[in-house]
């Protein structure tokens, strides 16, 4: 263990790894094969696992837009001055310094690709809070409209969605899921030896539920139908899972690269077939609307592995950091709430002093 731990320091200790995110939309911790669940087949979801170190014990947000907040700030999300997904509660503070922000500041390419969910006007967009390649829906999801300022494209479809990319309209070919693994996966490959931070944030499984029929198909028959269309989802984005690490291990760069999965919230369709003997699902802020799958996958510095630690979304941030070689310091470090996971990255049993986390529903009208 000793010289293990030595390894790892000394890979730290050289040139910052590429980092890449995925978090999936309702999605919940049930959902996923190598869980236990008796019907979805998640077979490289199942591989990222098997190959990661993996908390047990990780804890999110009821629903979306409060757990990306966290996510991006290391904060709460009432802090961050979101306390629902609509009615422009969902717009992270303007003060908020974002991980896209710190990283981008020490050197790293910064990338988002799908749903942002933090704010749909202007100076709320990614594209000001750190992030330099911009490729998203808007809203919640695709095609949804709200009272305000959160809404996407009018009559978008998860099919050759129009996607906002940078500063304009782009009308895309292809499933949304594709689309946006296919669109980070070249940005990844385009920027020479520069470090990047690739945040692939899918709006699926999400509804309405639209699948390509070819993924409803696999489970047509063996559950309900709008539980084969949830599962259809699940298994293109498990595909697109498989894509994107044979493209790091083809790219030469996976001993360098950090590849992170997370759902947002709890679940939602599939737990009408399997919800890990939890209560509750997403808006719920019982167990089966906070657990949450977390996966940290990087070969060769972080042996696989269960991490049993209490840990959580405000988490994400001060670790990213710290794997990056930052310290935080001024504004950010008065920001920051969580506490780095790194020391249990290297070390299961580290210390890891007792807390409380509390969560807190805010969905009033």
């Known amino acids: 263990m000793f010289m293990q731990l030595l390894a790892i320091v000394a890979s730290l200790a050289g040139a910052p790894p590429n980092i890449v995110v995925v978090l999936t939309d309702d999605q919940g911790y049930g959902d996923i094969g190598a869980h236990g669940n008796p019907v979805l087949k998640t077979p490289h979801l199942d591989r990222l696992r098997a190959e990661s170190r993996r908390f047990l014990d990780f804890h999110v947000s009821p629903t979306c837009a409060p757990t990306r907040s966290a996510l991006m700030t290391g904060r709460h999300e009432f802090k961050n001055g979101i306390?629902?997904?609509?009615?422009?509660?969902?717009r992270l503070a303007p003060?908020?310094?974002?991980?896209?922000?710190?990283?981008?500041?020490?050197?790293?390419r910064t990338g988002i690709f799908g749903k942002w969910h933090l704010g749909d006007e202007d100076a709320y967009l990614p594209g000001k809070r750190g992030f330099g390649e911009v490729f998203i829906h808007g809203a919640g999801g695709i095609g949804?409209?709200?009272?305000?300022?959160?809404g996407d494209a009018p009559g978008n479809s998860y099919f050759n969605p129009a996607i906002w990319h940078n500063d304009h309209f782009e009308k895309t070919s292809g499933y949304c899921t594709d689309?946006?693994?296919?669109?980070?996966m070249d940005w990844m490959d385009k920027g020479g030896s520069k470090p990047f931070f690739c945040w692939i944030a899918t709006n699926a499984p999400h509804a309405p539920l639209d699948v390509m029929p070819k993924d409803e198909a696999r489970y047509a028959g063996l559950v309900p139908p709008d539980v084969a269309k949830f599962f259809g989802m699940i298994a293109n984005i498990d595909d697109n899972i498989g894509r994107l690490l044979e493209r790091i291990k083809a790219s030469g760069r996976e001993r360098d690269t950090l590849v992170v999965f997370m759902n947002d919230n709890g679940g939602t369709v599939g737990c009408k077939i399997f919800n890990a003997g939890m209560r509750g699902q997403k808006v719920t802020a019982w167990l089966g609307g906070t657990r949450a799958s977390s996966f940290w996958r990087w070969p060769g510095t972080l042996e696989p592995g269960d991490i049993k630690a209490h840990a959580a979304h405000v988490d994400v941030f001060p670790t990213m950091a710290d794997?990056?070689?930052?310290?935080?310091?001024?504004?950010?470090?008065?920001?920051?709430?969580?506490?780095?996971?790194?020391?249990?990255?290297?070390?299961?049993?580290?210390?890891w002093p007792d807390r409380y986390l509390v969560t807190h529903m805010g969905r009033w009208p």
């Open 144 to 150: 949804q409209t709200y009272p305000g300022s959160c």
């Open 95 to 108: 003060s908020a310094i974002t991980i896209a922000d710190v990283l981008g500041d020490a050197g790293y």
């Open 179 to 184: 689309v946006f693994f296919n669109r980070a």
């Open 83 to 90: 306390t629902h997904t609509i009615y422009e509660r969902e």
């Open 323 to 351: 794997i990056a070689g930052v310290k935080l310091a001024g504004p950010v470090s008065s920001q920051v709430e969580g506490r780095s996971l790194l020391p249990l990255l290297l070390d299961p049993q580290a210390p």
